[in-house]
């Protein structure tokens, strides 16, 4: 058995045994994800649960580079080219695969394999340290982890990249290979614009010791330097407004940083822990999100729906899976027989958080019949046209059309919504048909063209 070299820091070692003997059993419970998140996902589209913001926006972006162009979005804004908006060149990664199966649904299956992807290393680090059933119930309850639950429901976003990435650095980084670690950490700067301050505290904990504190520092001053040639140059120049618009007012500015609701998103990370991440220098690395996070007045910003958890998961499963090696050692005797249960309570904590978050906050999908009379409309309209229409339909419009939704008010060639939608404002038209709730209408005086062909 290996074991990986202590520091001063954390004053203990990672036991980690053989790969090989570990790797099956995490290969076969991140395949179960991989099957249950790609049906979740599609099932979630196909009943129309999913929006505009962001799906319908970064699938047109994934579009514009599968056609050679920078990315656009005429739901976001169609003079705004993205990365003046979010610094994320890895979604060209995407590209190929959007050329040849060119609907949204490309994009919602991407993200549930990287998340199942990243359940791998988990599940095998939980194992080499734990044991192997003990650590197939922490892989299996991070891929339940209300983070990345909620990360899936919410559409797609770029952060999907991070999740695996973080995942496989952090193991790497457990188990005594931190070259490998930056190396596989090291495409975080193209992700988003924040993570390269992650991938600088992860510099600073390689940097802590010895051997590899060139190593450390570089990894450091890259990540830093990275993140603030993004939103300093980089956004700003392809930005219409010549700025990064997150920065200063309405943006992240300092807010009110020890709030009940901040102060409980925090509770909530560490909570299905039981606050044993708090034992791993891990934890570190939450820092950079959590700062400019809890540091903006923008309420959605820190409020745990959305997708902004997804990244914290693999960190905060990574030092809970660290520090439960840590207090290994202690945990002697009958006292050890306490580690199960402890592990079993605190997991179940993360499950549960997300079915009672789940049953307060989503509501029903549309009807059999709202889907079924929509993908007969869709199917109406013709490829490379203009169409308005609502968020929810958005998204199965992107990979035919320009979409823009309703309350823009532009004189598209079509508009696609239900007929006593309050936004809808008829115009004139010389085809008008009803399906069941919704109405298609095709508007001869359009002004608005294509910006590309499909």
């Given at each position: 058995?290996?074991?990986?070299?202590?520091?001063?820091?954390?004053?203990?070692?990672?036991?980690?045994?053989?790969?090989?003997?570990?790797?099956?059993?995490?290969?076969?419970?991140?395949?179960?994800?991989?099957?249950?998140?790609?049906?979740?996902?599609?099932?979630?589209?196909?009943?129309?649960?999913?929006?505009?913001?962001?799906?319908?926006?970064?699938?047109?972006?994934?579009?514009?580079?599968?056609?050679?162009?920078?990315?656009?979005?005429?739901?976001?804004?169609?003079?705004?080219?993205?990365?003046?908006?979010?610094?994320?060149?890895?979604?060209?990664?995407?590209?190929?695969?959007?050329?040849?199966?060119?609907?949204?649904?490309?994009?919602?299956?991407?993200?549930?394999?990287?998340?199942?992807?990243?359940?791998?290393?988990?599940?095998?680090?939980?194992?080499?340290?734990?044991?192997?059933?003990?650590?197939?119930?922490?892989?299996?309850?991070?891929?339940?982890?209300?983070?990345?639950?909620?990360?899936?429901?919410?559409?797609?976003?770029?952060?999907?990249?991070?999740?695996?990435?973080?995942?496989?650095?952090?193991?790497?980084?457990?188990?005594?290979?931190?070259?490998?670690?930056?190396?596989?950490?090291?495409?975080?700067?193209?992700?988003?614009?924040?993570?390269g301050l992650t991938l600088a505290v992860l510099g600073f904990l390689i940097a802590l010791r010895p051997?590899?504190?060139?190593?450390?520092?570089?990894?450091?001053?890259?990540?830093?330097?990275?993140?603030?040639?993004?939103?300093?140059?980089?956004?700003?120049?392809?930005?219409?407004?010549?700025?990064?618009?997150?920065?200063?007012?309405?943006?992240?500015?300092?807010?009110?940083?020890?709030?009940?609701?901040?102060?409980?998103?925090?509770?909530?990370?560490?909570?299905?822990?039981?606050?044993?991440?708090?034992?791993?220098?891990?934890?570190?690395?939450?820092?950079?999100?959590?700062?400019?996070?809890?540091?903006?007045?923008?309420?959605?910003?820190?409020?745990?729906?959305?997708?902004?958890?997804?990244?914290?998961?693999?960190?905060?499963?990574?030092?809970?899976?660290?520090?439960?090696?840590?207090?290994?050692?202690?945990?002697?005797?009958?006292?050890?027989?306490?580690?199960?249960?402890?592990?079993?309570?605190?997991?179940?904590?993360?499950?549960?958080?997300?079915?009672?978050?789940?049953?307060?906050?989503?509501?029903?999908?549309?009807?059999?019949?709202?889907?079924?009379?929509?993908?007969?409309?869709?199917?109406?309209?013709?490829?490379?046209?203009?169409?308005?229409?609502?968020?929810?339909?958005?998204?199965?419009?992107?990979?035919?059309?320009?979409?823009?939704?309703?309350?823009?008010?532009?004189?598209?060639?079509?508009?696609?919504?239900?007929?006593?939608?309050?936004?809808?404002?008829?115009?004139?038209?010389?085809?008008?048909?009803?399906?069941?709730?919704?109405?298609?209408?095709?508007?001869?005086?359009?002004?608005?063209?294509?910006?590309?062909?499909?």
């Amino acid at each position: 058995m290996m074991l990986l070299r202590a520091d001063r820091f954390t004053r203990s070692a990672v036991p980690i045994a053989d790969y090989r003997a570990r790797a099956w059993p995490a290969a076969v419970l991140a395949s179960g994800f991989a099957i249950v998140n790609t049906w979740f996902v599609l099932m979630q589209h196909r009943s129309f649960r999913t929006g505009a913001f962001d799906l319908g926006i970064f699938d047109q972006a994934v579009h514009s580079y599968a056609h050679g162009h920078l990315p656009v979005s005429t739901i976001r804004d169609p003079n705004l080219v993205l990365l003046g908006d979010h610094f994320h060149p890895i979604l060209m990664l995407l590209a190929p695969f959007h050329r040849l199966f060119p609907t949204a649904e490309t994009l919602l299956v991407a993200q549930a394999l990287f998340f199942a992807v990243s359940v791998f290393p988990i599940a095998r680090l939980a194992s080499t340290t734990l044991g192997n059933r003990i650590g197939l119930v922490i892989g299996a309850c991070y891929g339940l982890s209300w983070g990345l639950l909620n990360a899936i429901t919410f559409d797609f976003h770029e952060v999907a990249f991070a999740v695996p990435l973080l995942a496989f650095a952090l193991t790497e980084f457990l188990h005594g290979h931190p070259g490998r670690a930056v190396a596989i950490a090291a495409p975080l700067v193209l992700v988003k614009e924040d993570l390269g301050l992650t991938l600088a505290v992860l510099g600073f904990l390689i940097a802590l010791r010895p051997e590899t504190r060139r190593l450390g520092v570089w990894t450091a001053i890259g990540g830093t330097a990275a993140s603030l040639l993004s939103v300093f140059v980089i956004i700003p120049a392809f930005s219409a407004y010549g700025t990064y618009r997150y920065l200063g007012t309405s943006g992240l500015m300092a807010g009110d940083l020890f709030s009940w609701d901040k102060l409980w998103l925090v509770a909530l990370l560490l909570l299905p822990t039981l606050f044993i991440a708090l034992r791993s220098p891990i934890v570190l690395l939450l820092l950079p999100t959590l700062a400019w996070r809890l540091g903006s007045t923008y309420v959605l910003y820190w409020i745990p729906t959305f997708h902004y958890d997804a990244v914290l998961m693999p960190i905060v499963f990574c030092a809970l899976i660290h520090g439960l090696a840590l207090l290994r050692p202690h945990l002697l005797g009958r006292r050890r027989r306490l580690l199960r249960p402890l592990i079993a309570t605190g997991l179940a904590i993360s499950c549960l958080s997300f079915f009672l978050h789940s049953a307060a906050s989503n509501g029903p999908g549309q009807p059999a019949e709202f889907a079924a009379a929509a993908n007969r409309l869709i199917d109406r309209i013709p490829d490379n046209s203009t169409v308005s229409t609502t968020s929810t339909i958005a998204p199965h419009l992107t990979s035919k059309a320009d979409v823009y939704l309703l309350k823009s008010n532009l004189s598209t060639e079509w508009t696609l919504a239900p007929y006593d939608d309050p936004e809808l404002s008829y115009r004139l038209a010389d085809l008008v048909i009803r399906d069941d709730a919704l109405l298609l209408m095709h508007h001869p005086d359009s002004t608005v063209r294509p910006l590309h062909s499909r």
